[in-house]
T-cell receptor, first 112, second 112 residues
Framework: NAGVTQTPKFQVLKTGQSMTLQCAQD?????MYWYRQDPGMGLRLIYY???????DKGEVPNGYNVSRLNKREFSLRLESAAPSQTSVYFC???????????FGEGSWLTVV | ELKVEQNPLFLSMQEGKNYTIYCNYS?????LYWYRQDPGKSLESLFV?????AVKQEGRLMASLDTKARLSTLHITAAVHDLSATYFC????????????FGTGTLLAVQP
C-alpha cells in the first residue's frame, strides 16, 4: 500500500463527537476515494474526488463531509459520530491514466 | 443505478477443486478490477481487465471479462489453502462520474 497514508489507524469516539480522517497520497494522482467496510461486507463508496477542488457523493454519503483542498490530500469528516458509523474506512487513489488503484491500510473507527 | 453483484457470497472448497466466482455489473464501464483481502488487511490488487474478451492469469487464478454480458469471472484452478480470502470485483464507471463501485465480495474457504 505504498503511497497512500491514512491517519489515524485506530480511533474510539463517543456518540456525538466529531473527527476527521486524513488521507494523503504522494503519487500525484487525480482521483481519490473514501470507502467504509462493515464486518463481513464489501466496500461502500462514501465520497470521491475526480480532481483537486471537486467532490461527489457516493453510495452512502449521509453523516459525512469531505474536503479536497489540494491534489495530495482528501479528508473525511464525521460531524456528529453515531454508532452506525463504526466501521473500517479505506482511502484510495487513482491516476488519470493508468490502471492501478492504490489503497491505504485502513482506519478502524469505533463509536460508542 | 450503478450496481455490482457477486456470487456466490460464500464458497467452501476442497483443495484441488476448481470453481468460478461471478461478477455482474449494471452499466457500461471503463474497466474492471479484482482484489483479494485477507482478514484485518487492506486490499491486494489481482487483475485489471480493460476490454471485451480480456483474460488474465496469475498462478491458480484466471480472470475474464465479457463487456457485452457485463460479466466478469474469476476462475480458481486446483485450489490450495493459501487462496482462502475474500475476493472482490470492482467496476470503474468513467466519463463524468469516475466512480469505483465494489461488489459484495466472495468469502473463499479452502479446506484441506
Amino acid at each position: 500500500n505504498a503511497g497512500v497514508t491514512q491517519t489515524p489507524k485506530f480511533q474510539v469516539l463517543k456518540t456525538g463527537q466529531s473527527m476527521t480522517l486524513q488521507c494523503a497520497q504522494d503519487m500525484n494522482h487525480n482521483s481519490m476515494y473514501w470507502y467504509r467496510q462493515d464486518p463481513g461486507m464489501g466496500l461502500r463508496l462514501i465520497y470521491y474526488s475526480a480532481s483537486e477542488g471537486t467532490t461527489d457523493k457516493g453510495e452512502v454519503p449521509n453523516g459525512y463531509n469531505v474536503s479536497r483542498l489540494n491534489k495530495r490530500e482528501f479528508s473525511l469528516r464525521l460531524e456528529s459520530a453515531a454508532p452506525s458509523q463504526t466501521s473500517v474506512y479505506f482511502c484510495a487513489s487513482r491516476p488519470l491514466s493508468g490502471n492501478t488503484i492504490y489503497f491505504g491500510e485502513g482506519s478502524w473507527l469505533t463509536v460508542v | 443505478e450503478l450496481k455490482v453483484e457477486q456470487n456466490p457470497l460464500f464458497l467452501s472448497m476442497q483443495e484441488g477443486k476448481n470453481y468460478t466466482i461471478y461478477c455482474n455489473y449494471s452499466t457500461t464501464s471503463d474497466r474492471l478490477y479484482w482484489y483479494r483481502q485477507d482478514p484485518g488487511k487492506s486490499l491486494e490488487s489481482l487483475f485489471v481487465l480493460l476490454s471485451n474478451g480480456a483474460v488474465k492469469q496469475e498462478g491458480r487464478l484466471m480472470a475474464s471479462l465479457d463487456t457485452k454480458a457485463r460479466l466478469s469471472t474469476l476462475h480458481i484452478t486446483a485450489a490450495v489453502h493459501d487462496l482462502s480470502a475474500t475476493y472482490f470485483c470492482a467496476v470503474l464507471y468513467g466519463g463524468a462520474t469516475n466512480k469505483l463501485i465494489f461488489g459484495t465480495g466472495t468469502l473463499l474457504a479452502v479446506q484441506p
